[in-house]
């Protein structure tokens, strides 16, 4: 990674509170990354490929970071940002780098570091998933919460991609729940809301969450994460309406407004139990104007906003 990406206006050299994300960051390997926001990019859209979407999310950390860097950093004084590089997949070996991935989270977990993950298709969340569990152990309960137009339950027997990752860890997880926000109810088969059902998933529709209608959502996400040992945070930026959100795999023309999202961010970021956050399916090689790219960059600024608020 080249630290050119960090790289920003400057006000000031040394007042601190003058300073932007390219001003604070350290770059280090993830074995040294500790006590810290860690940021690790997930160069990956083989998830994505496999489940015909259009391509280009590999190219999202990257243009991700370039965006956060311009960004105040509004934190406490002790509040530190290590970026520990970018985790590839070669080829098409999405499950190796899926393993990657875990091995990285688990790390940063370990070393009392917030992982930060920048996808990516939203097959990062099963590396993200692996690393937490790994760090947790078998017996803890994880609560998974997707801010997603889409359930991502299809079936993995014959190969998994960006739609399999939450069934494969339902059926293989007896000790997670899986909490979707932003459902869109024409975005997904009947077969899919049914597998719902089946596996115990707790959703809410796209159209169910609206202004004057969000404090109930917020207080099902408040029972939920209550009732789990751990929680982890996983974003796949299609669920934003595609006027705020061109670039990205799926655009949904119903999406969500980019405020409700940030209040979920918000939400769930600042819970005490929350330990990660991935951001996934932006995509800019379909971007117009870098609008998906500086809107996902500011959802990562609220979610470390979050964790920082709990540090």
Known sequence: ????????????????????????????????????????????EEGVRRNKGRLGAAQAPDALRGEIAKLPWRFPENGRLVDVGNIACVGEA??????????AVSTLLSNRSTPIILGGGHETLYGHYL???????????????????????RPYDEQISSG??????????????????GIQRYGNTQELFDRADALGVEYVHEDEMIAGQLEKLMDSLDAFMDKHDAVLLTLCTDVVNAAFAPGVSAPSPFGLEPTTVREIIRKVAGHEKTRSFDICEVNPSLDENGRTVKLGAHFVNEAI???????
Not at 94 to 103: M, N
Not at 164 to 181: H, K, P, S
Not at 305 to 311: D, E, I, V, W
Request: proline share 1%; aromatic share 10%; charged share 25%.
């Open 164 to 181: 399999t990752m939450f069934r494969q860890i339902l059926e293989q997880d007896a000790n997670v729940g899986y909490f979707v926000a």
């Open 305 to 311: 906003a979050g964790f920082m608020k709990n540090s």
């Open 131 to 153: 690393g937490v569990r790994e760090f947790l152990g078998p017996d803890a309960s994880l609560g998974i919460v997707n801010i997603d137009a889409h359930f991502d339950l």
């Open 94 to 103: 999405l499950e190796v780098a899926q393993q990657q991935l875990g091995v």
């Open 1 to 44: 990674m080249s630290e050119s990406i960090w790289s920003g206006r400057i006000d000031d050299t040394a007042d601190r509170s003058a300073f932007r994300y390219h001003q604070v960051v350290e770059l280090k390997d993830v074995r040294e990354a500790k006590d810290a926001c860690a940021i690790v990019g997930f160069e990956c």
